[in-house]
């Protein structure tokens, strides 16, 4: 993937942001405590924001990593020169407004990242923005748990440097492979009043505060499997079944592969090596309303 000419290199100054909490139940993740309540919304996007990056790194990789969201450092334009070699990945959300939220890498860092990825040495920089779709996939399945009024997402793209006098930023401190790689999260300042725009609902998964009820079903373990494909065959070709016998699937080379819960498809990937062992790296995330439809239809 090519990027476009950085159109933008303002002087390097911007709002700093520090992230407070610490996450119950993503011990991958430590937060900074010396933020106010004036962004408090755009605190808890960040945490669960950093939080899913964590879990995507090990989920493509593999690996663990640990994630430390900072304030951001540095007033001087060699700064601004600095983060516009960066790769900036831009993604906008929206509910009764709209907001715009960009993360951006060294190519140290999205090399690092993009190339511990199976299979992906020849392209590292697929691999890592794939690693931030992930994240924005899933810290936008997270707000939407905890809110009543939904929100949206537009397809994300890679960006020029935004302007940092209009942001409110934090760095992003990701140790991998006992390598330390930094990264640099702005958001809009916007961002707070979308985000606090909805009532909340009991469950709060970027803390993992559940309700009572949803709490006591946390540990029960569910049986995941991996459909492949299908084929109906009569049963007298059954019957003349034997070993290095052929069957053809419903399916293409390299379509995606369905996971099923209970026989309920809730995601589709594509299959990957991880460690020897056969995998899937998950695609696209079935939506409740295509999970009933596709029940209804089976």
Same mark, same amino acid.
């Given at each position: 993937? &090519? ?7 303002? *002087? ?95 190519? &140290? ?28 996939? *899933?810290?936008?399945? *997270? ?65 993992? &505060? #559940? ?66 062992? #056969? ?20």
């Amino acid at each position: 993937m &090519s990027r476009p000419p950085n159109a933008h290199r303002e *002087a390097w100054w911007g709002r700093p942001l520090a992230c407070a909490g610490r996450p119950a139940r993503l011990p991958q993740t430590v937060f900074n405590r010396n933020m106010t309540n004036e962004n408090s919304e755009i605190e808890l996007f960040l945490k669960d924001w950093s939080g899913e990056f964590s879990r995507a790194i090990e989920m493509f990789t593999g690996e663990k990593a640990v994630v430390k969201c900072e304030p951001l450092a540095g007033t001087s334009a060699d700064g601004a020169n600095d983060l516009s070699s960066h790769l900036w990945w831009k993604q906008a959300m929206e509910r009764a407004g709209e907001f715009a939220f960009w993360i951006g890498a060294p190519e &140290s860092a999205w090399a690092e990242l993009g190339g511990a990825v199976d299979g992906s040495n020849s392209e590292p920089q697929k691999s890592y923005l794939e690693i931030v779709g992930q994240a924005n996939q *899933a810290v936008l399945e *997270a707000l939407n748990r905890r809110s009543s009024k939904p929100f949206s997402a537009s397809p994300g793209l890679v960006d020029a440097l935004p302007s940092m006098g209009t942001v409110i930023t934090a760095t992003l401190s990701v140790t991998f492979r006992e390598k330390s790689l930094s990264l640099i999260a702005a958001i809009s300042p916007e961002a707070d009043k979308v985000l606090g725009g909805g009532s909340a609902l009991p469950v709060r998964v970027g803390e993992q &505060s #559940y309700a009572p009820m949803l709490q006591r079903l946390m540990d029960l373990e569910l049986p995941l499997s991996i459909t492949l494909g299908r084929a109906v065959l009569p049963v007298r070709e059954v019957l003349k079944m034997t070993s290095g016998s052929m069957i053809e699937l419903d399916r293409n080379v390299g379509e995606y592969v369905d996971l099923v819960v209970h026989g309920t498809v809730v995601a589709r990937g594509e299959v990957v090596s991880v460690k020897g062992n #056969y995998g899937v790296r998950i695609k696209e995330i079935i939506s409740r309303q295509d999970r009933i439809a596709l029940h209804n239809g089976a």
